[in-house]
């Protein structure tokens, strides 16, 4: 069976059943491929077994880089290129410098962090998201776990799935098309359905 290809998607109405059916079935040695969720669930990273995102090292990289980079250009401008006595301060007056470098490190770490997240996570403008269950962008939260990454069979997945209270299960399966979908077809088909439940793709 070829991965990222063949999901079991469990479909749960209640946040804290869905924490409770993560912890339960990953206890299970079932690899849970990933969950989505209309609004953000507190805890559930640590349940999915997530690492601490590195994100917050970018940043301070990214801002010490701003301030960097705003100290010394005011310093160059102010002191060295083109010096000038205004209001009897010295040319290099580093009080006069905080509030270009205090705006200069937020904009470098706000815009450095939001690239670097589109980036390692493969986001682009002509992306398409790959929807498991439209519902998830409404009031349903979706579990989808990838066959091929299991050893249990899809009936025993089934069987889990069922036991930890999942209101709906069923087979998704992508071709290679859909792994690749067309960006214009995407659109087209998002204006024509938007997001109701009778739009969703059931294989």
């Known amino acids: 069976m070829e991965s990222n290809k063949h999901f ?16 339960k079935i990953r206890a299970k040695g079932v690899k849970i491929h990933e969950v989505f969720t209309p609004y953000p669930v507190h805890h559930l990273e640590h349940a999915l077994g997530y ?24 310093v160059l401008m102010m002191g060295v290129d083109w010096p000038m006595i ?54 349903k939260h979706v579990m989808a776990i990838d066959l091929a990454s299991n050893t249990l069979s899809e009936g025993d997945i089934k069987a889990l799935l069922a036991e930890v209270h999942a209101e709906e299960v069923y087979r998704k399966d992508f071709t290679d098309q859909d792994n690749h979908p067309s960006f214009i077809s995407y659109v087209v088909d998002l204006f024509t359905n938007g997001v109701t439940s009778s739009s969703r793709k059931l294989n």
């Open 86 to 139: 205004i209001g009897g301060k010295p040319f290099i007056s580093i009080p006069d410098f905080v509030p270009v470098s205090f705006e200069s490190t937020v904009l470098f770490a706000a815009y450095g962090m939001s690239f670097t997240f589109f980036i390692i996570r493969g986001l682009a403008p002509h992306k398409v998201p790959r929807v498991f269950d439209r519902r998830s962008t409404d009031d």
């Open 8 to 23: 079991l998607v469990g479909i749960f109405n209640d946040h804290d059943l869905l924490l409770h059916a993560v912890k």
């Open 51 to 74: 690492k601490r995102s590195w994100m917050p090292i970018a940043a301070f990289l990214f801002g010490i880089t701003g301030t960097t980079c705003a100290i010394s250009m005011q």
